[in-house]
């Protein structure tokens, strides 16, 4: 894997989907958190482009470079493709749209305040490659935490039997979180400047 660009190796073009068929995306769901903020977590959808795009070069340096490992500014047009126009399938996405006063938003693009996804491993079609970011207003609130649960939920139910992640051995909070979830780590096949994460799902 390229580290200089740490991308989710599984949307590269040779990632061959699955045969599985009728699988249902995650469900839409409102998610209360401290300080009387409201989010509906619900499945990305192609009309989310702006608001994704918008999402990744509103984060600060520091987050975008813990989930790309690059100061990435913003996504491509193929990117931005890669990401909203997904199966929901073999590459979920789940997002956290900011609901207004308790309802949502009302003019397009909406805000979107998190994004986690996994990707089903082409090679081993029981793993997935998961990335997560939170908005950093929006951090440590649970949010982190609540998404790959529910990342976790909806693989069990694809027969994945692990979420595996790449992640700087330096983000502590986010191998906090994980080690909280039961997942553990091991090293990273390219070298020290990684480690992954493995989540191994059981039957939950
Ligand atoms: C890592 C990240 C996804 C976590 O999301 P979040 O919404 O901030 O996380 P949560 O509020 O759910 O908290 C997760 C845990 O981190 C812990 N935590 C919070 N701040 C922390 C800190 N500074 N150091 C260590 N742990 C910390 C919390 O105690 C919590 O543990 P708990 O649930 O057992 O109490 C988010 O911070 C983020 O987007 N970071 C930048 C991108 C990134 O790192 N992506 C991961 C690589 S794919």
Redesign the pocket.
Known sequence: MDVAFHWLAALRPEAAPSARTGTAPPREERLSLPGRRTVLLRPIAPHDADAEQAFVGG?SL???H??FHVGLRQLSPSMLRQMTEIDHRDHVALVAEVLADGDRAVLPPLPLV?D?RYVRSAEQPDEAE???????D???????????DRLARHARGQAIRALV????PE???????MR?LGAHTRPHPDGPQLVQVVYELGTG
Do not use: E
């Not at 998961?130 to 950093?136: K, R, W």
């Not at 929006?138 to 790959?148: A, I, V």
């Not at 992640?165 to 700087?168: A, P, S, Y």
């Not at 983000?171 to 979180?177: F, I, S």
């Open positions: 984060l520091a987050t975008r813990k989930r998190a986690a998961f990335a997560i970011a939170v908005a950093d929006w951090q440590s609130l649970g949010l982190g935490r609540t998404l790959m992640g790449d992640v700087l983000n502590r909070r986010m191998l906090v979180l909280g």
